[in-house]
């Protein structure tokens, strides 16, 4: 074997492409928008193993057969097709010792191994989320209604302080008529106090308070932030998250604090077989899989679990509808050997793979980093059409005695770009060779025959005809499904649709 694939996953493009029946519609998608795969649309911001990263494509098809739903230790589950690669690291046994990889790979699903003691298995990778945020200041004008009312401020500090004040607002605040409020209980005097002092100085606000038997409500007057929280923060015990300024910012400070807020809200200690955990329950999915992400960012690794499934309780004589429950748990003195903590990745074994019967569509999304997660998992992003191309280069290159390193692989304007290093002249002729037919190949379905260069609205790909048509019609990945009831629309109608 004289070539290398540089480890770096996010750079090997089309390399490892199986098709693009993918995951279930409700798998969550983190990023800015948070949204399930099924409502992700193009240009949408989520999170790749690179940090943030937008979708370029999305698909859907019909699907009916087995999918796989994957669990990693202290992991939400996920479900994929059975041939979707997910990256991996190998976890081996070996003289009663487990041994964990360094270099991730990808792996197809149906090929993964559950890690069990004494049992080599696979590990899933979860990202220690890169930065790219730098705000000190957020912009309140958008909040404010009509020209008229008053404004004491125009923006909004962020640093510790007012980050502070987001996570407990996370945890424990809700929007009134006349601000935002905080339900507390009249002893926590520590809180009421620095929610006094941190309005007084950042916002410029000062808190009325209102005691009712246990219950002491803490009053900050701002009609803008009454709008501006639940906007950030988002509206409903279900639908609260991190928001993105500070998931993502530069200062890790602002994210420790708004946790540290936010655990004071809806966190505990509590003591299990002797070790100390520290806790928080929360209805939201999206918050709960944002706080393993932002726990994985500071090097901490934290357990996610169902804690409470949705259904019907007797609440005070009266049947009320539950939302799911999800706790999330920090081991404060267990030191954990089975998880691995990596710069880049805090590496966690598969404990749990289970077949089960799917009959519906399935969806899938490409991304700039060629990746996304599931349950903070990251798996491939969705590609086919080159792979065959880019397999016979590789094994083209394989013959040469050469050393070669790949460095990069990608689709540019319609053109397949291989960039290696410690190539002879004789390897970058035959690279150069495959770049070129890559022009006359179609990236969708990889026939040949019509393939070429295709432009739409500053849009460069290279399809047959039958795809190009598609593509300007905005049906190529229209699913089985729904092409069948167009297809029964015209036979009926005589129209197409
Ligand atoms: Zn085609």
């Not at 923006?155 to 007012?162: A, H, M, V, Y």
């Not at 609260?240 to 708004?258: R, T």
């Not at 520290?278 to 804690?307: D, E, P």
Request: positive net charge.
């Amino acid at each position: 074997m004289s070539v290398h694939i540089n480890p770096d996953p996010t750079l090997q493009n089309n390399l490892m492409s199986f098709g693009w029946e993918c995951t279930i519609p409700n798998s969550l998608i983190l990023g800015i928008q948070n949204k399930n795969i099924s409502e992700i649309e193009n240009n949408a911001d989520i999170i790749g193993i690179s940090g943030i990263t937008s979708v370029s494509e999305c698909f859907n098809r019909f699907y009916s057969g087995k999918l796989l739903e994957i669990r990693g230790e202290g992991m939400l589950p996920f479900f994929v097709t059975p041939e979707h690669p997910v990256l991996v690291m190998n976890n081996i046994q070996q003289n009663n010792k487990t041994v964990i990889g360094d270099i991730p790979f990808w792996c197809k699903a149906e090929n993964l191994l559950e890690k069990h003691s004494h049992k080599t298995g696979h590990s899933l990778i979860i990202p220690r989320n890169k930065l790219f945020i730098d705000i000190s200041l957020l912009d309140l004008q958008i909040f404010r209604k009509g020209p008229k009312g008053r404004m004491s401020a125009t923006e909004f500090p962020l640093n510790e302080n007012t980050a502070w004040i987001l996570g407990l607002y996370t945890a424990e605040g809700s929007p009134n008529d006349v601000g935002i409020q905080f339900s507390l209980h009249k002893k926590e005097i520590f809180l009421i106090n620095k929610i006094k002092e941190i309005s007084k100085k950042e916002l410029k606000h000062s808190v009325y308070l209102r005691t009712k038997e246990n219950c002491t409500i803490a009053n900050i007057s701002s009609k803008i932030l009454s709008r501006a929280f639940p906007f950030w923060c988002g509206k409903g015990a279900k639908n609260k998250k991190i928001p993105d300024f500070v998931l993502f910012n530069k200062d890790e400070k602002i994210l420790k604090s708004f946790i540290d807020g936010y655990f004071l809200g809806d966190g505990c200690i509590t003591i299990s077989k002797g070790t100390k955990n520290r806790s928080a329950v929360t209805t939201s999915k999206i918050l709960a899989l944002q706080l393993q992400l932002s726990f994985a960012r500071m090097g901490i690794f934290s357990h996610v679990y169902l804690s409470k499934k949705a259904g019907i309780e007797k609440i005070l004589g009266r049947y009320c509808k539950t939302n799911n429950k999800y706790s999330i748990l920090i081991n404060l003195n267990l030191k954990r050997t089975f998880i691995k903590i990596t710069d880049s990745f805090i590496i966690v074994p598969i404990r749990k793979i289970k077949k089960v019967d799917y009959f519906g569509n399935v969806y899938n999304i490409k991304t700039n980093d060629n990746t996304y997660l599931l349950s903070n998992a990251v798996v491939h992003n969705c590609d086919k059409g080159w792979h065959p191309l880019i397999q016979e280069l590789i094994d083209e290159l394989n013959k040469l005695p050469d050393e070669i390193e790949v460095l990069q692989v990608k689709e540019k304007y319609a053109g397949l770009r291989f960039y290696v290093s410690g190539a002879s002249e004789k390897a970058y002729k035959i690279i150069s060779l495959y770049e070129n037919y890559s022009y006359h190949i179609c990236e969708y379905c990889g026939k040949f025959w019509t393939a070429k260069e295709r432009v739409n609205h500053g849009w460069y790909k290279t399809l047959c005809d039958k795809h190009t048509k598609k593509w300007l019609d905005g049906t190529l990945y229209e699913s089985k499904w729904k092409k069948f009831w167009r297809l029964l629309f015209y036979k009926l109608t005589g129209k197409y649709r």
